[in-house]
């Protein structure tokens, strides 16, 4: 058990391998956050709350206690209007008009496991015992609202989860304007904010920023988790590093519109929340009636940030992707996509596919533009329809043949949208996201499918599933490449439009659970516009996501870095394309692309056919190397050494499981003239342990002990031209 209840002290103390999270209930009816930290074993932890009368500025609830006052006190999951001038975590409007809710605790249960969330993704357990829950049903007793707040205790996985249902027990419609999955009260202010944000092309770059009196907050409001910002923040305690210091992390399992933010209060105290963003968003809650909040994964590491972000892999790896894909290898692909854009046609398809199984590549990707009449991105979504002028012979010839080589065949597809140019949207103009007497804006030429509606949900699923039914597919490449506009619903009266986003989402995820269901040998691969859809959960129906549009190897390293704060390289689609590139016309070579390539699900974005020989032969060394990693970058524990933001080099490894192999990769940005002798200390090795040492493939005769790799480390070669990359393997000598 990792939930304990003291009926004496009034506590909830719940603990992991690591970690405790302490709550109390006040005068046996307000839930009070007494700490999150470091792993308590004592008894007391009661009186870890110390409560003063306060200016009367600070409102007293009980006229009997003046220390108590909603004002001051570290809350579990704070209302507005009884005195607490803080955001809220959730506001409820009654019929009368007011937004003021009392809500005290009724009851609790522990239970061994951890059910799933309705309607939404979640993080899971495959046996009971690797997890236990706490529910806390808090009440008010004039107007029947009842939350029932959740906790989920992975105790060897050290991370909780928290979500809240909201239930109208009484007998009136109120209408729910905010609902957090998390807060969490802190007793102090004295952190650093960091968070992951960027544009397209340039997604989840790493920014840390003090906290400072008020409201800090990232967010979006365009539908989708967005390029812009992730779905997570952290608190740096002052002076964590990556390797050292405490570290607080709330990510949310969430694709739509979200807030994560930290607001210092009058008293210096922080208040870390993260959940649906309240933006634009009400929903009419019905007697009897329940409305489920996302979950939020919260991670406490006292071992810097790597410490945080490998508990975030571990458990997103394991525990939230699943099927048939979680555990097995990811295949190397080709993607025709920057090789032939749309102009492509069977026999173009075919030799491109011959030539990458010719060099060990196992799986060819078809990209846009093989249905309808696609010869541009104006036309044709949502006409799920092989285009007879380009594969003559159709779809499922195309794929046998290339199938019949020995390579697997994967196709993109984007289901969530509509071309005003296509016999759908001819039949159904109605069906796509819009307002009435509003223009409908347009994004790539494209809009938005209502995923709010039932019909069109089932269309997808049904033109999605005649399409796999009908070759031999095993991989799919899911985009979305638009934000929401116009956000309203043909189908949902006036008083529930600003449902609509919310409910899209729900409706993706029902489409989502129906398809990968159906067909669970697909490997599907989530994008939008690359990393604009990067959350977890996206995760949990795809196990990987393509990682961002931009393909250049510097840019990747900014960006696959960030990535890994929260994300494992098993959900990190990363492939080698031509140069100039195509995003930001860098010239890069073969060998630092791959390297780059290599530390997440490898492939190549380029015409094969168009490569030199000595070009090939780089692609076979590539794809044989990378054969033999794989296992090792996809399921190691990942650690970051040198940061792109801090410097001109950048490096990470990966380690496995039973510290018998490690693989570290070093990138030069810019070469620098008569530069410094710079060592490489690295992390995770076992110290006992002999390593024998490779170096771009070529195996030194000398052997290390793990203690003189990690404190003394390793020297590193300066190499005299721009963008250059070394990689280096160690091998456990038994």
């Known amino acids: 058990m990792s939930i304990f209840y003291d009926e004496q002290q009034k506590t909830f103390h719940l603990q992991t391998s690591s970690t405790s999270y302490v709550i109390q209930l006040i005068h046996d009816r307000h839930l009070a956050h007494l700490y999150w930290g470091p792993v308590l074993r004592h008894s007391t932890v009661g009186s870890l709350l110390r409560r003063i009368e306060r200016a009367s500025f600070s409102p007293n609830y009980h006229d009997e206690d003046r220390t108590f006052s909603f004002d001051t006190l570290p809350q579990e999951y704070p209302g507005y209007g009884r005195g607490d001038y803080r955001e809220p975590a959730f506001e409820v409007m009654l019929p009368n008009g007011s937004t003021v809710n009392d809500l005290h605790y009724v009851s609790h249960r522990i239970t061994a496991g951890k059910p799933g969330l309705q309607g939404l993704p979640a993080t899971y357990v495959e046996q009971d015992s690797e997890a236990d829950t706490l529910e806390i049903t808090l009440r008010d007793e004039l107007t029947g609202l009842e939350a029932i707040v959740q906790y989920s205790v992975f105790g060897e996985l050290n991370a909780i989860t928290r979500a809240v249902r909201l239930h109208n027990q009484g007998g009136e419609t109120v209408s729910i304007r905010r609902a957090l999955s998390s807060s969490v009260d802190f007793h102090q202010d004295q952190y650093e904010m960091m968070h992951l944000s960027g544009a397209w092309v340039r997604e989840r770059h790493v920014h840390y920023r003090p906290l400072t009196p008020g409201l800090q907050r990232v967010e979006s409001k365009r539908g989708s988790s967005s390029h812009q910002h992730n779905p997570f923040i952290a608190l740096l305690e002052k002076g964590a590093t990556e390797d050292h210091g405490q570290v607080y992390g709330m990510s949310l399992v969430y694709s739509g519109n979200f807030i994560a933010q930290v607001e210092v209060d009058q008293f210096r105290t922080a208040r870390m929340q993260i959940g649906l963003s309240p933006f634009d968003f009400e929903w009419k809650l019905e007697a009897g009636e329940t409305f489920q909040t996302p979950e939020a994964v919260l991670v406490h590491s006292a071992e810097g940030i790597g410490g945080m972000s490998r508990t975030y892999h571990r458990l997103y790896r394991t525990r939230l992707s699943r099927g048939t894909h979680r555990d097995k290898v990811r295949p190397i692909l080709i993607n025709n996509w920057e090789a032939t854009y749309f102009d492509f046609d069977a026999p173009k398809i075919k030799s491109i596919a011959a030539a990458g199984q010719e060099l060990g590549i196992e799986l060819f990707v078809l990209d846009d533009g093989w249905f309808g009449h696609r010869d541009d991105d104006r036309t044709s979504l949502g006409d799920w329809v092989e285009d007879r002028r380009k594969l ?188 100039p590139n195509h995003q930001v016309g860098r010239i890069t070579s073969f060998a630092t692309r791959g390297h780059v390539a290599m530390s997440g699900n490898f492939g190549y974005e380029l015409d094969l056919t168009s490569l030199t020989e000595k070009e090939k032969q780089e692609v076979r060394e590539q794809v044989a190397q990378y054969k033999q990693l794989r296992e090792l970058i996809q399921f190691g524990e990942f650690y970051r050494l040198l940061s792109p933001f801090e410097g001109n080099c950048t490096v990470w490894m990966f380690v496995s499981e039973d510290q018998q192999e490690a693989f570290a990769g070093y990138f030069q940005v810019l070469s620098e003239p008569n530069p410094p002798l710079r060592r490489l200390k690295l992390r995770g090795l076992n110290p006992q342990s002999q390593y024998r040492m490779s170096v771009n493939g070529v195996e030194e005769e000398q052997v290390y002990y793990g203690d003189e790799l990690m404190y003394h480390g390793i020297a590193l070669i300066e190499k005299y031209e721009d963008f250059q990359s070394t990689l280096f393997t160690f091998k456990a000598v038994k």
Not at 393 to 411: C, H, R, S, Y
Not at 428 to 450: A, E, T
Request: proline residues 6%; negative net charge; hydrophobic residues 35%.
């Open 392 to 579: 003559p012979e159709g779809l499922g010839k195309l794929a046998n043949d290339i199938v019949a080589t020995g390579m697997q065949f994967g196709l993109w597809f984007e289901p969530e949208m509509v071309s005003p140019d296509s016999d759908l949207y001819r039949r159904h103009p109605d069906w796509c996201l819009h307002v009435p007497d509003r223009s409908r804006s347009m994004g790539r030429q494209q809009l938005i499918l209502d995923l709010s509606r039932q019909d069109v949900c089932d269309y997808i699923v049904e033109s999605v599933s005649s399409v796999l039914s009908s070759a031999p597919i095993t991989y799919v490449k899911w985009d979305m490449n638009r934000n929401m506009s116009e956000i309203g619903s043909a189908l949902l009266p006036a008083d529930r439009q600003r449902e609509t986003a919310h409910r899209y989402m729900l409706g993706l995820y029902n489409v989502l659970e129906r398809i990968t269901s159906a067909f669970p040998d697909v490997l599907f691969e989530s994008c939008s516009g690359g990393g604009g859809r990067f959350d977890p959960g996206m995760l949990y129906y795809m196990p990987q996501t393509w990682t961002s549009d931009d393909t250049d190897a510097v840019e990747r390293l900014k960006i696959q870095y960030g990535t890994s704060m929260v994300y494992p390289a098993s959900s990190m689609g990363s492939h080698v394309s031509a140069v």
